[in-house]
């Protein structure tokens, strides 16, 4: 029973389902609307005519009964209403038309004023029925009561079958829109369809891309927005595979220099220096623990973890954070005051601090930073006068592992992630950082938006 109700349940029905039954329901319910509309207005035409014929026959023997005392055979001058009688005050039968003659008086209820035409549609003799137009008249004869009627013999013989046709008209009609709508949507979804496949057939990666339909419509803009998507979704799966493998071989080298070490060691224990041994055992534990924390970093930025943020200000934090420590060139701080920013605290100190490493590994003899506003930017700048970036390494250096010729001579303990953590901060705050172009030396600008104090 349960999953009766389940299929029975219109959100377990197919889009195509769906669709064609609200348009054959409106339909259908547009069609009885419009059927019955026209029953009526064909019978009311109906018995508009009658109505005017009636009350121009019943208001002429009116007429002739005022002048005359009207009793026996009435002549009939309009065919349509064949049936005239006269009555007295009493009912009793004066008059009457060559149907009506020896008939007893017909059963239609006497006006209740004079000189007011009733109208009444009853029964006569099996199915037929009568329209009867009736009038009350004040004579010198007497009160008399003249009755003009018209069998509606045709509407009446036909009215079922003219019913039912309008009945088997709206049922084959409400039939062919709910085949036709159905036709049309299972024809516009094909390529829905042929797209559902081709997903399904992609499994090991986002190498493939989905049929675009020929039409450009909604369907053809659907199906460059997956191939978009297919687009990012292969980009990622290209930058995560290289990042294992560059993550893999990172790690592959301290662990097997640190093995290779203790195995030698362990091999002639007698004769080695064992606190140096450890020493060293302890420099390759130091890299790995560098590397695994700098990927912990680029792992929670990826992911969008929320951190707290607070308003900060850019120059203090800058001039904290060279101050901090002695470093073995100068460090100057041109800072403006009160350029504040809505970030992570920590996150600003450690792109900061790896700015700065990166400046103090390659200057010569200075370090300039400096903080201002620019518009709605905060802008800070790490310069040195080192031998600087070439404009085709300018993007590679924030590459994970990707470090230059200088870079691995001055620092072979580097992990290769310190500007890539520094760019993926500044994104993580709606900003940027890039390599720009120096007289001497490396500059690096950080611009993340600012906030109004």
């Known amino acids: 029973m349960r999953i009766l109700g389940d299929l029975l349940t219109p959100a377990c029905w197919s889009v195509r389902t769906r669709v064609t039954l609200a348009a054959t329901l409106i339909v259908a319910a547009l069609l009885v609307a419009g059927v019955t509309l026209f029953y009526q207005v064909l019978r009311g035409t109906i018995y508009r005519g009658l109505h005017d014929r009636g009350t121009l026959v019943a208001t002429g023997l009116a007429t002739l009964v005022r002048q005359t005392d009207v009793r ?80 509606i013999t045709t509407f009446t013989r036909y009215r079922g079958v003219f019913i039912g046709l309008l009945a088997v008209t709206v049922l084959v009609a409400t039939s062919a829109v709910g085949w036709i709508v159905s036709l049309s949507v299972r024809r516009a979804l094909r390529p829905v369809r042929v797209m559902r496949t081709e997903l399904a057939e992609i499994t090991g990666g986002a190498d493939r891309r989905v049929t ?17 998507t297919l687009d990012r979704l292969e980009d990622v799966l290209t930058r995560q595979r290289a990042f294992v493998a560059d993550v893999s071989h990172e790690l592959r080298s301290p662990l097997t220099g640190l093995c290779a070490e203790l195995e ?11 606190p140096e041994v450890a020493r060293a055992a302890l420099a390759d ?12 970093i680029l792992a929670r930025l990826g992911a969008g973890v929320q951190v707290p943020r607070s308003r900060v200000d850019l120059g203090e934090l800058a001039r904290a954070e060279v101050s901090r420590r002695a ?46 506003a620019d518009g709605p930017d905060a802008v800070l700048e790490v310069r040195d006068d080192g031998a600087g970036i070439a404009p085709e390494d300018r993007e590679r250096i924030f590459w994970r592992f990707h470090r ?27 900003g940027s950082l890039v390599a720009a172009d120096s007289e001497r030396g490396a500059r690096f600008v950080l611009r993340i938006p600012r906030e109004e104090p």
């Open 72 to 151: 026996g055979t009435i002549r009939v001058d309009d065919p349509g209403f064949p049936l005239l009688q006269v009555q007295d005050g009493r009912g009793h039968v004066l008059a009457a038309s060559e149907p009506l003659h020896g008939h007893r008086p017909v059963e239609v209820p006497v006006p209740r004023a004079a000189g007011r035409p009733e109208f009444h549609t009853r029964g006569w003799r099996g199915p037929t029925e009568v329209y009867f137009v009736s009038e009350r008249v004040d004579t010198r004869f007497g009160e008399r009561v003249v009755y003009a009627g018209a069998p």
């Open 212 to 228: 675009v339909p020929g039409p450009n419509d909604e369907v053809s803009d659907l199906a460059e927005s997956v191939n978009v």
């Open 264 to 274: 030698t060691a362990l091999a002639h224990p007698e004769g080695e220096d064992w």
């Open 285 to 296: 534990a130091d890299r790995l623990q560098a590397i695994v924390s700098d990927l912990l």
């Open 327 to 372: 470093r073995r060139v100068p460090v100057e701080v041109a800072a403006e005051e009160g350029v504040v920013v809505h970030a992570t605290e920590a996150h600003l100190v450690r792109l900061l601090t790896n700015l700065l490493a990166n400046a103090e590994r390659h200057t010569e003899s200075r370090i300039w930073v400096s903080v201002a």
């Open 404 to 430: 230059l010729a200088e870079g691995r001579e001055r620092d072979r303990g580097g992990t290769g992630l310190g500007l890539t953590i520094s760019r993926d901060i500044a994104r993580a705050h709606g």
